[in-house]
T-cell receptor, first 117, second 113 residues
Framework: AQSVAQPEDQVNVAEGNPLTVKCTYS??????LFWYVQYPNRGLQFLLK??????LVKGSYGFEAEFNKSQTSFHLKKPSALVSDSALYFC???????????????FGSGTRLQVQP | DSGVTQTPKHLITATGQRVTLRCSPR?????VYWYQQSLDQGLQFLIQ???????AKGNILERFSAQQFPDLHSELNLSSLELGDSALYFC????????????FGPGTRLTVL
């Protein structure tokens, strides 16, 4: 079974400082990893994904994530946080199955990012 | 805007009732997924359809069912509702390719009183 852990319920950072939201995963085979963001009363917005290739993935709104296979981690990062980045962030994983019926995402519990002005 | 639409946005109903949630996927997407988001269970996969056929089931209760129609829109039916069914229900769609990304709709907030 696949699983995702987001060890921090909340991350607080000052505007302009770098931010990191942590994610570790467990899956059989090579992982497909995703980050989504959820703003209040909104759906989940796709930020970025890792499929294969470069371990540093760049996504929307200046976010990036670093895939580390040995540590089974996929931490979300941003060099300079904005107040508008305050939201709920979800890491998700799925396995590399060719079967269209095995591509449902398993989500972490979410991390609330609070950026203070 | 992801291109995935869900109706209604909000639904308030009583225990024991039945409701239907509707989802229209992005143009061209063949896969539709349903997820439930609740405070105690987090985000959980319920069921997936691909081009009209059920392809995978997650933690979906027997009281819940879904279908995908020829025009690829999907409906999630929830019956004999209980207080614990109160949650945000999301639909996501994807092209169905090997490396595809799921795009989520705005969700339907169900409140069971």
């Amino acid at each position: 079974a696949q699983s995702v852990a987001q060890p921090e319920d909340q991350v607080n950072v000052a505007e302009g400082n770098p931010l990191t939201v942590k994610c570790t995963y467990s899956v059989s085979g090579n992982p497909y990893l995703f980050w989504y963001v959820q703003y209040p009363n909104r759906g989940l917005q796709f930020l970025l994904k890792y499929i294969t290739g470069d371990n540093l993935v760049k996504g929307s709104y200046g976010f990036e994530a670093e895939f580390n296979k040995s540590q089974t981690s996929f931490h979300l990062k941003k060099p300079s946080a904005l107040v508008s980045d305050s939201a709920l962030y979800f890491c998700a994983v799925r396995g590399p199955s060719m079967d269209t019926g095995r591509r449902a995402l398993t989500f972490g519990s979410g991390t609330r990012l609070q950026v203070q002005p | 805007d992801s291109g995935v639409t869900q109706t209604p946005k909000h639904l308030i109903t009583a225990t024991g009732q039945r409701v239907t949630l509707r989802c229209s996927p992005r143009s061209g997407d063949l896969s539709v997924y349903w997820y439930q988001q609740s405070l105690d269970q987090g985000l959980q996969f319920l069921i997936q359809y691909y081009n009209g056929e059920e392809r995978a089931k997650g933690n979906i209760l027997e009281r819940f069912s879904a279908q995908q129609f020829p025009d690829l829109h999907s409906e999630l039916n929830l019956s004999s509702l209980e207080l614990g069914d109160s949650a945000l229900y999301f639909c996501a769609s994807s092209p169905g390719t090997f490396t595809d990304t799921q795009y989520f709709g705005p969700g339907t907030r169900l409140t069971v009183l």
